[in-house]
């Protein structure tokens, strides 16, 4: 398992129809199986590209914002629908109203807020919680890579050179891409939380990112169906990567807090 809060992961990343088990199985415990790893692919890599092209507009550098606009444009993202979930099924009483960052560094996750119909397997959310701000953000989502190469033109300017790495980068279209994500837009008002349930099978990997739009700060909390925390990040950023595998076939649940005054229109993105 692994939580990253994307600042650090593009250091290392900007440079360089599963059957279902058969045979019953124990779901006590933890849903994550520590022997077993992945490769980050899709999902993160989009989320990199958006601090790569951070970096690079804040530093006016036309050769970073193509950098980031290479990244992002070699996922395949396919937008989803996103089910609303009944607030019937919602334990109040089992969830933290509190700032996830008044956790501990190590938390002992809330129990499962909700839990799935018997077969159902989609993705589903409830935002919760009363808005303590309506106030629109600067931006309405991320940036894609369109957006992020005609940055890179502007900066460009008429540096020949980088115009020529611009034009190649446009002809090389989605050929060469990485892998696909799957992506949610979610509105955040400032002080309201999203609570997402999301199935990923057993014995394969799972990677998760929200990727904001840099209006506000979003706290993430990752959990099983039991309750148990997967992932934890309450760092100053609005975008974090998740992967790990888990032992069984199971919910787990997603909850993004925004810290902020302003609306965050984020993506969560899975594999």
Avoid at 20 to 43: E, F, R, S, Y
């Amino acid at each position: 398992m692994r939580v990253t809060s994307l600042s650090a992961l593009f250091l290392s990343t900007a440079l360089v129809a599963v059957a279902l088990p058969a045979v019953a199985q124990d779901k006590a415990g933890t849903n994550i199986d520590p022997a077993a790893t992945g490769t980050p692919a899709g999902a993160s890599t989009f989320a990199v590209a958006q601090d790569l092209y951070a970096i690079g507009m804040a530093n006016k550098d036309a050769l970073t914002v193509l950098t980031a606009a290479k990244l992002a444009g070699s996922v395949e993202v396919q937008d989803a629908e996103t089910a609303e979930i009944d607030a019937a099924r919602v334990n109040m009483s089992a969830v933290e109203q509190t700032p996830l960052a008044a956790r501990d560094a190590a938390p002992a996750a809330p129990s499962p807020v909700m839990n799935a119909p018997e077969g159902e397997a989609g993705v589903g959310k409830i935002a919760l919680f009363t808005a303590t701000s309506d106030e629109d953000g600067a931006a309405d989502g991320p940036v894609d890579a369109a957006t992020m190469l005609a940055s890179a033109k502007e900066l460009a300017g008429e540096d020949e050179t980088i115009l020529g790495l611009i034009e190649d980068v446009e002809a090389e279209g989605s050929r060469g891409r990485i892998g696909g994500a799957i992506s949610r837009l979610s509105r955040l008002p400032g002080g309201m939380t999203d609570v997402w349930e999301v199935p990923f099978y057993g014995s394969s990997y799972a990677e998760v990112a929200i990727v904001g739009d840099g209006d506000a700060n979003l706290d993430v909390l990752i959990t099983d169906e039991n309750g148990n925390t997967i992932c934890y990040d309450v760092s100053w950023s609005d975008k974090v990567s998740c992967d790990f595998v888990p032992a069984w076939n199971g919910y787990f649940y997603i909850t993004v807090q925004n810290t902020g005054s302003k609306r965050n229109s984020y993506y969560l993105m899975t594999n």
